[in-house]
C-alpha cells in the first residue's frame, strides 16, 4: 500500500509540475509563439534553469557577401528571462509568410516544446507558424472544397525498382468522370516526393487558387528525383536511413532518363488529358535543372515549362552525359514546337543567379521568349512558394 501510495504521489506531483510549467501570470497558458494583431510573434519558453535561450529563424535573415557571392543565413537573437524563468522574445513586425524556427537552449538547437508543429527538411528539424494576410493566406488550409493527396508505389522498370511518389488531385476528381492536365513537380537536391506537399505547400495553394478561379483543376504528381532511392527517408525498406544530401545518381542523367516511366504510369492510372498541350513541369534548384532537361529532350511533351532557381549547368561528371550534351540546340528544338510557356524565377541574392543569367542570355541571344520573375531573398522556400503560386494560374489556359 506504501508503495502505491508513493506512485500516485509521484504522478501527482509530475502532472503538476508540468501544468506550472505551461503557465505564466494569472492562470493563463504559455504559448508560443503567439502571432499578435500588429503581426509581431511572440516566443516564449519555461527554462529556469538555463543559463541562455535564443531564437533563430528564416524571420531573422541576414545576407552575408563572400568570396563565392552573395548569401543569406538565418540571424540569431537571445531571448530575455523574468523571475519566474520564463524566456520571451517578440519580433519586429513580420510581413504575411509561412516562417520556421528553432530555440537554442545552452547552444543546443531544439524545436519549440510549446509548438507541435513542425517539419523536415533533409536532415533538419523546423517549427513553423504563419502570419496570414496577402500570399500567406494561399498557404492556409481555408474553408474551400480540398483535393486529395496520395503516396503512390510505381513500378520504374529503366532502373527496375518499385518508387514512390505524392499525387494531388483536384477536389471532385474522384466522381466527375473528366480527364484533367497534370502538372509535374519536382523538388530541390536533398528533398523527396514530400517536400513540395509539406514545405512548398503546394496542396494548399491549389486548393484555394482552384476554388478562386484562379488555376484549372488540375493533378500534381511530385516526384522523387533522386532516382536511387525507393522514397523519402524512413518510408523505406533501407528503414530508419539517417536523411542526406549526398546521394547517388541526383543530377547526372539518370532520373532524366527514366521519367518517362512516371509519365507512363501516371497515364495509365488517372484520367488525364495525355498530349503536350495538357502537360507542364516545373522544380527548384535541382528540380528545375531536371526540369530543363527532361523538357528539352523530350520537346514534344510539355508545353509549360518551369524554373525555379534552377541549378542551371550544375550536372555531375560522368552517367548519362548524352541528357546534357549539345544544350543549346536542344533548347532550339523544344523552341521550334512552341512550348506556351517557358517560365524563369530566381532571387536576388540567390547563388545560382549567375547561371540563371547566363541561361536567359541564350535564350535572349535566340529571341526565345520567357516569362521572367526575379524576387528579393535567396534560394529559399519562401521565393519557391512564390514562384509555384504564380505560375500555376498560368498553366492550361
Not at 545552452?106 to 496570414?132: A, M, Q, S
Not at 530541390?188 to 484555394?208: C, F, K, M, P, V
Not at 545560382?352 to 522556400?381: C, F, P, Q
Request: charged share 20%; proline share 4%; aromatic share 12%.
Amino acid at each position: 500500500m506504501k508503495k502505491l501510495t508513493l506512485i500516485i504521489a509521484l504522478a501527482l506531483t509530475t502532472a503538476a509540475y508540468a501544468q506550472q510549467n505551461l503557465s505564466f501570470g494569472q492562470g493563463q497558458q504559455l504559448v508560443s509563439p503567439e502571432v499578435n494583431s500588429n503581426n509581431t510573434v511572440t516566443f516564449r519558453m519555461s527554462a529556469p534553469g538555463a543559463q541562455k535561450v535564443q531564437i533563430t529563424g528564416d524571420f531573422l535573415t541576414q545576407v552575408i557577401e563572400t568570396q563565392f557571392g552573395t548569401f543569406e543565413t538565418q540571424g540569431t537573437v537571445d531571448m530575455i528571462k523574468d523571475e519566474k524563468g520564463t524566456w520571451t522574445y517578440t519580433s519586429d513586425v513580420l510581413k504575411p509568410e509561412l516562417y520556421t524556427y528553432n530555440m537554442i537552449v545552452d547552444g543546443v538547437k531544439i524545436t519549440d516544446p510549446l509548438n507541435v508543429y513542425t517539419i523536415r527538411d533533409i536532415n533538419n528539424l523546423f517549427n513553423i507558424f504563419i502570419v496570414g494576410g496577402d500570399r500567406a493566406d494561399l498557404y492556409k488550409v481555408n474553408k474551400v472544397e480540398h483535393g486529395t493527396v496520395s503516396k503512390v508505389w510505381y513500378d520504374c522498370p529503366t532502373e527496375g525498382i518499385k518508387r514512390r511518389c505524392t499525387v494531388y488531385t483536384p477536389a471532385g476528381y474522384e466522381n466527375s468522370g473528366k480527364k484533367y492536365p497534370v502538372l509535374y513537380l519536382l523538388h530541390g537536391i536533398g528533398g523527396d516526393e514530400n517536400a513540395w506537399s509539406e514545405l512548398g505547400r503546394a496542396t494548399q495553394i491549389l486548393d484555394n487558387l482552384i476554388a478562386q478561379g484562379k488555376a484549372e483543376p488540375m493533378i500534381v504528381v511530385m516526384t522523387n528525383g533522386n532516382i536511387s532511392e525507393e522514397a523519402a527517408p524512413g518510408e523505406t525498406s533501407k528503414g530508419f536511413a539517417v536523411p542526406t544530401m549526398s546521394l547517388p545518381k541526383t543530377m547526372d542523367g539518370y532520373f532524366e532518363n527514366a521519367f518517362p516511366d512516371v509519365i507512363k504510369f501516371v497515364e495509365s492510372t488517372y484520367r488525364v488529358k495525355a498530349d503536350k498541350a495538357h502537360r507542364a513541369i516545373a522544380g527548384l534548384s535541382m528540380g528545375g535543372f531536371h526540369s530543363l532537361y527532361i523538357s528539352i529532350n523530350n520537346p514534344d511533351t510539355f508545353d509549360y515549362i518551369g524554373l525555379f532557381s534552377a541549378a542551371v549547368d550544375q550536372q555531375q561528371n560522368g552517367g548519362l552525359q548524352t541528357v546534357y550534351e549539345n544544350r543549346d540546340q536542344k533548347i532550339d528544338n523544344l523552341f521550334a514546337k512552341n512550348p506556351k510557356l517557358f517560365w524563369i524565377g530566381i532571387g536576388k541574392t540567390d547563388f545560382l543567379y549567375s547561371n540563371n543569367t547566363a541561361l536567359r542570355g541564350v535564350l535572349d541571344s535566340k529571341k526565345h521568349k520567357y516569362t521572367y520573375m526575379e524576387t528579393e531573398g535567396g534560394h529559399i522556400w519562401r521565393n519557391w512558394r512564390i514562384y509555384l503560386s504564380e505560375f500555376v494560374p498560368l498553366l492550361f489556359k
